[in-house]
């Protein structure tokens, strides 16, 4: 086989097929067109013309012609001599569209056979109904824009593989329409996330992503170094701190989209690199952000998808209900009889961990990471319908104000089909209390704990300037979208998402 130079191999085989195009694009500049082309002036969405123009008869078309001007990638070519049928397919739809000879002329009619599936072109026509009532563009116009170099994998049997589709994502969206469908819902979901908030007065802000701290949430960090420094920093884990600094400095109302970096591992609920949404609310509490979390779900229902009841990991999940309240320890009485509101002393608690094989680790010194262990292990996977769970150990929240038991701080997390969608706390504003926080995390990570948080000086002194009491949530946006696109892995609603390197 003879070798040609392609664009990502100066010296690849090509196949027959490859071979076949790429011969083509001599032919190309014979009759004086570029095969990779240049601006084009299109002026219709195909989605918009079977909109306004696919209920009217042959007849209404034939007395008032519609001139329509269009782009995007060939999917079919059926040719029939002096005569074609095509679709085309662009960002939201596909249409038909009839080529002849005779109207576009010979020149044209030339570039046109030179065509291959997958070729990004223009047309300009008029609409028309065929015999069989369908919608159709008799083309008048012929604009070859773009050479596909590459045979399109067929549309039932050929990117099917699950790991070949998230590594050619651009080859997934132009075949596989669910996957298209599916991104250009989740910038609606985001759209619509933002219009819930600012209508309820608050403001978005954008921060650093960079942090000296290690600090927001419990989460092993990425470490970069910077030059001009000389000293490392993290990708951050959360948005929190500085989101309270905007607090501090008088933005009573506050959130942040954007993404967050956690080097941890990679499955269908986690990617290292994902979206959250974090929000603060001045004068509220832990009641102001169960508010404002179910009304959340119910907006995005109701005004950007249009049902209440989605399939997601096997169940159906009904959004438009009163979410379920419960307190933690209760939540562990109820699946196993232990109950930690009671006071058990550390050696209990480790005796109870190992009757029920719940798993222990060595930097732990306190009740409350076993209870912690205990739900984690026996009751998170069995919360299908959307459920708070409220009243969390204070080791395991050290933003959050405590309880009238001081055992116990005002958090609640959002689990859905045994995944956690949201986590809320009334913030702690005491800085006194916040440096005790702290230095019992610098303690634990001297235990071992790398996922402890260090010590904020610079939190520390916006805190005590006064920060009004607040409630404060963090939501993940990508699993919030797998459950409003129906998605059981999160890497469907990743456009290109982390992933394993193939040896070559």
């Known amino acids: 086989m003879e070798e040609k130079q392609t664009p990502n191999n100066q010296q690849a085989s090509l196949n027959d097929q490859e071979q076949a195009r790429f011969d083509k694009l001599a032919k190309y500049q014979e009759l004086g067109v570029d095969p990779f082309g ?10 918009d013309i079977r909109k306004n123009y696919g209920s009217l008869k042959a007849e209404e078309l034939e007395e008032k012609p519609v001139t329509v001007i269009v782009a995007g990638r060939l999917m079919a070519i059926r040719r029939m001599g002096k005569a074609s049928f095509v679709n085309l397919k662009d960002e939201y739809g596909s249409i038909q569209a009839w080529i002849g000879l005779n109207v576009i002329g010979e020149h044209d009619y030339s570039v046109f056979k030179l065509a291959d599936l997958g ?3 223009g047309l300009e026509g008029t609409l028309m109904l065929t ?19 590459k045979p399109l994998p067929e549309k039932f049997h050929g990117l099917t593989d699950t790991e070949d589709r998230y590594r050619k994502r651009y080859l997934d969206l132009l075949v596989n329409d669910d996957s298209r469908k599916i991104a250009l819902t989740r910038p609606r979901i985001i759209r619509g996330i933002q219009k819930y908030c600012d209508d309820l007065g608050f403001v978005e802000v954008e921060t650093s992503v960079f942090s000296p701290i290690l600090g927001g949430a419990s989460a092993k960090p990425f470490i970069t170094h910077f030059n001009a420094l000389d000293r490392d920093f993290y990708l951050r884990i959360a948005t929190e701190l500085n989101l309270k600094k905007c607090m ?26 994902f979206t959250t949404i974090e929000l603060y609310q001045a004068y509220g509490d832990l009641s102001d952000m169960r508010h404002w979390l179910e009304g959340l ?13 989605y399939h997601y990991a096997g ?48 930097s732990w010194n306190s009740v409350g990471y076993i209870q912690q262990a205990f739900f984690d292990e026996l009751v998170e996977k069995t919360l299908i319908q959307p459920t708070f769970i409220h009243t969390y150990p204070i080791e395991v929240s050290p933003l959050t104000k405590k309880t009238s038991d001081p055992r116990f701080v005002d958090r609640f997390e959002l689990f859905i089909a045994g995944t956690e969608f949201g986590n809320a706390y009334s913030e702690l504003n005491n800085p006194f209390d916040q440096k005790e926080r702290f230095e019992a995390q610098l303690a634990a990570k001297e235990r071992g704990d790398d996922e402890a948080n260090e010590m904020d000086e610079s939190f520390l002194d916006a805190l005590s300037y006064g920060m009004p009491p607040a409630g404060g949530i963090g939501v993940g946006v990508d699993r919030f979208t797998m459950l409003f696109t129906e998605q059981d892995n999160i890497r469907e609603v990743l456009l290109f998402p982390t992933l394993k390197t193939i040896d070559k």
Request: glycine content about 6%; proline content about 3%; aromatic content about 10%.
């Open 297 to 309: 779900f119910h907006y995005i229902a109701k005004e950007v998808i249009g049902k209440e009841v």
């Open 119 to 121: 070729d990004i072109v």
């Open 248 to 273: 501090v400095g008088g933005i009573d109302r506050v959130y942040e989209i954007g993404r967050i970096f956690r080097n941890e591992g990679i499955d269908t609920r986690h990617n290292p690199e």
């Open 131 to 149: 015999r069989t009532g369908e919608l159709t563009i008799r083309v008048n116009k012929y604009t070859h824009i773009t050479k596909c170099l």
């Open 38 to 47: 240049s601006r084009f002036e299109w002026k219709d969405r195909i989605v």
């Open 315 to 362: 169940n159906d999940i009904d959004v438009s209900k009163p979410f379920a309240w419960v307190d933690q320890a209760e939540s562990i009485k109820n699946v196993c009889g232990v109950d930690f509101k009671e006071h058990i002393s550390y050696e209990e608690a480790v005796s109870l961990a190992k009757k029920f094989n719940v798993p222990l680790q060595k």
